[in-house]
Each structure stands twice: as C-alpha cells, then as structure tokens.
C-alpha cells in the first residue's frame, strides 16, 4: 500500500509566485501534497537538478479549424495536443469556429465529434463569433457561456469574420450580462484593404508585401478603438497577439488607467521579422501571419511588456498550416499575399522559446514564466486553481524541465502535421523532459505514452477577469439619459 500514485522527488517547483524545493505527491490524477520526505509513491520521478513547473496552457491555437479563408488548418485535435504536450503544455483552448449562418450550438457540437475521440490532453474551447444574429447572441451565446464557454474570440478584420463597432459592442453587452471574456483580434480592416489594393494593383504581390499591408497605425488605431468600445461597456476585454509597440503603448494607458485591458504576445514578434517574409522565391509565406512579425525595435517592446506585465500571457496562436496547395498555397504556387493561408506554427517551442531567450537570457524570472505561460491564461479563462499551479487540489498537470538541455530545433523532431518549422536551425537551451497530465506521465524520455482520447473536456468557470469594474462612463448613466438602465449587469 502505497500514498501517493506517483511522487516527483528531489526538484525544485516554481509557481507564478514562489520558487521551493520539495517534493510533489500525486493521487487520483491530483496533487496531494507538497512536502519533504514524502511517503512511497507507486511510481516514482527522481527531478534531482529539475525544475517542477505547472504543465502550460495554451490559450491561444488554431486546431481542426477551418480558416476564413476555408483551408482546414493542418493539426487535427491528435497532432495537435501530441504536439503541445511534447512541449510542455498540458491544457489547450482552440477555437469552436462559427461560420456565418452557422447555429453556434451546432458548431460547438461538430468541435466535440472532432476533439472528443482525439485529444490527449484536457481541452476547452474559445468560441469564435462570425455572425451577431439575435438568435445566437439572444439565446445560443447566454446557453453556451453557462455551459462553459466562458470567452469568445471577435475579429476586427478578415471579410469573413469581421464585426463592426456596434456588433463589437453588442457583443460585450452580451459579455457582460451573461460573465465571459472577449477576445479581440485588433487591426484596422480598411487600413489593410487600402493598402492591399493599392499595392497588388502596382505588382506588390509577394509575400513581404503582407507585412506592408498590415501596417502598425492600423493595429495601433484598432486597438484604441477596441480600447474604448470596452471602456463604454465597462466590460474588460483581452487583446490577443500584439505585434507592435504602438498597440501596446495604447494598452498599457489603458492599464494605467484601471481599465481591465488584457494583452497577449506570442513567439513569432519576439523571434521573427518582416524580413522572414521576404525569404527566396514563396518561401517568404511561411511565415505570413496576422499581425505581421515587424523587426528588432518591436521585439524589444514586446519583451519589455512581457517583463513589466503589459503582456498576461504568451500564448503561440498556433495556425498550422503546410506549405503545399493544401495550406499556405491553397490559391496556386504563386498567390498574392492576401490569397496566402495566414499563421505560423508554434504550439510546441512556445515553452522552450520562452525560456531559453526569456528565463536564461534573464530577460523575465522563472515565475514571470510560470505566470505567462500557464497561471495567468487558466485564471482569464476561468480554469485556475484547476489547472495552471501547482497547489494542492489542483491537477496534476506538471512539466519536468532539465534547464541545462540543449536542443537545436528542427522540424523533424516536433509532433505537428505542418512539415515546418519557422525556428528551423535556432538552439535553445531549456526542455521539459517529462511532461505528466492529471497524474498521468504523457511524455517521458521521448515517448508518447497516452492514447487519443485520453484527455477530458473543460467547462470553464466564470473567469473573474471578466468582472467589470462597476465604473461607468458618465454618458452611460441611466437615470440623467436613459431613464432606465440600459447595460446589462
Ligand atoms: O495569422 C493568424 N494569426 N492566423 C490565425 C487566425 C488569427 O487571426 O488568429
Ligand atoms: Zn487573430
Ligand atoms: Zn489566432
């Protein structure tokens, strides 16, 4: 008879707050206890020079998604936890993508058939709203969010998927009533349009023209405008991956403000440029996603936002797509920039990315880590103290780090079904080598070691991020202009 399923001995844990050395004891899929000398456990990890880390979550990838451009991404729900789990993480949060007519419910249903006998690691989704209608935000979104669906991601841009101011609006009125969190995708669609107009009909039509389309001022501007749409509604709001300095700029005035302005940052502004996208012949598409990668100057700034807490979290925005005609180059061999399937992969180097350039350069502390790529992302999507710790009661959802591991990242050894990888060639120092799952060891000396399937579905609670802050704009006032109340509570 033993006390523990699985005791990990000897390592040093780290949280988003604390960093200890103790040892960690596991029953029925949680953690039990956090102490010295544990007793006996059935199976037993010796972390001896390990750091002990919350497993990842991954609030931000594409998976079995159908793009708006209508390419299906490369990563089924198998690839594509195989992959995160290999890296680190251990929860996922892709999209339930809407597509316009589409009944919500019917879309959350086809991600479950799809999800349900394939991942192997816990899941949830974000839901993406394409199409307001009165039936989905009068009756579908309220059911879903007291179902678990507490966030939802909008689109300032993309014809397929954009909503205007006053749909934004409708749906953080929505948001508020019923307690979710909105995500923006926060850039200027008739910036883009203009631009991309003008430069196809002059001959710009390749891949590094994208990132010209995609100017900063029409990320800066759309973010203030997304800013404000959230201070009218007093309802708090996440800006997901930040690209440049001037959308941050507008976030952080926000914060300082008190408004509750969340932000994302993912791997590709702080490792890749504009220059990436100007790569020989196509090749250049590969690394086309939305916001663009921009340059040195812009990945300077997001590391400061990620060391001074501008950035919650640090999220891949996996979009996984091969670079054949069933991906990047669904339009032909030699599309136009606006025709190429956008997003790069990142799902698996998230974790090793961040610490190697972050936590060993000694750009952010082994805490801020923990804090950006697990804590922070299960507490603004109502998953924590669940998943994203390690405390007792939480899952066991833990990653073994050797921090001293040097691995040269190729495509070869990663788990995704793209065929690529944008950090092709880069060494990084820093690898977790036993990544567990609710107690389960999923990943250990290379080997996958749970089945398709294994992994359980997330109702997320209410996340607390979502509160508003109870300060109303003076020309929302319902009594001096309304005589009524005309936001929900
Ligand atoms: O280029 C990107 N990021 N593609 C994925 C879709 C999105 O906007 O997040
Ligand atoms: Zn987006
Ligand atoms: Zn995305």
Not at 77 to 100: D, E, N, R
Not at 223 to 250: C, G, W
Not at 306 to 321: C, E, M, Q, R, V
Request: net charge negative.
């Amino acid at each position: 008879m033993t006390d523990f399923d699985l005791v990990i001995r000897n390592g040093t844990v780290a949280t988003a707050a604390d960093t200890f050395a103790c040892d960690v004891g596991v029953r029925d899929g949680r953690i039990a206890a956090l102490g010295e000398g544990l007793a006996a456990g059935g199976r037993e990890i010796d972390a001896t020079g390990m750091l002990v880390l919350p497993g990842g979550v991954e609030g931000h990838c594409h998976i079995e998604q159908l793009s708006s451009f209508g390419v299906m991404s490369a990563d089924d729900f198998h690839s594509g936890s195989v992959s995160a789990v290999f890296g680190g993480t251990t929860t996922i949060i892709p999209f339930a993508a809407q597509q316009k007519g589409e009944s919500l419910r019917r879309t959350v249903e086809d991600y479950h058939a799809c999800a349900g006998p394939k991942a192997v690691i816990d899941y949830g989704y974000h839901l993406i709203i394409s199409d307001p209608s009165e039936q989905v935000m009068g009756q579908e979104l309220p059911a879903l969010i007291r179902d678990g669906f507490t966030s939802f991601k909008v689109y300032m841009t993309y014809d397929a998927m954009r909503l205007d101011d006053y749909q934004m609006l409708e749906v953080l009125a929505a948001a508020r009533r019923e307690g979710a969190l909105v995500m923006v995708h926060a850039e200027n669609h008739d910036m883009i349009r203009w631009l991309s107009e003008k430069l196809i009909d002059g001959g710009n039509w390749q891949p590094k023209y994208h990132a010209v389309s995609h100017s900063r001022a029409g990320e800066g501007e759309a973010a203030h405008r997304a800013i404000q749409l959230s201070r009218l509604m007093d309802q708090p709001m996440l800006i997901v991956h930040v690209s440049t300095e001037q959308a941050m700029d507008e976030i952080r005035r926000a914060q300082d403000q008190g408004l509750k302005i969340y932000a994302e940052t993912c791997p590709q502004y702080l490792f890749l440029t504009a220059q990436d996208l100007d790569r020989d012949g196509m090749d250049g598409a590969m690394f086309c996603c939305s916001p663009p990668p921009r340059d040195a100057a812009a990945q300077e700034a997001m590391w400061r936002g990620l060391a001074n807490g501008t950035f919650a979290i640090f999220s891949s925005d996996h979009a996984p797509y091969r670079f054949d005609d069933s991906g990047k180059l669904h339009a032909g061999p030699e599309p136009t920039f606006k025709q190429i399937a956008n997003g790069v992969p990142g799902i698996e180097l998230r974790l090793p990315l961040l610490f190697s350039e972050g936590v060993g350069k000694g750009r952010i502390d082994l805490n801020r880590f923990v804090a950006l790529t697990a804590t922070n992302a299960a507490k603004l999507y109502g998953l924590h103290p669940r998943k994203g710790t390690i405390a007792i009661g939480s899952d066991a959802d833990i990653a073994i780090w050797d921090p001293e591991r040097e691995v040269t990242v190729s495509h070869s050894m990663l788990h995704d079904n793209v065929g690529y990888t944008p950090y092709e060639g880069r060494t990084v120092k820093g690898w977790p080598v036993t990544v567990i799952s609710r107690g389960r060891v999923a990943v250990m000396e290379g080997e996958l070691q749970v089945a398709a399937g294994s992994g359980e579905f997330l109702g997320r609670d209410f996340p607390e991020a979502a509160r508003p802050l109870g300060r109303l704009e003076p020309e929302m006032d319902p009594a001096r202009n309304f005589g009524a109340e005309i936001l929900p509570r």
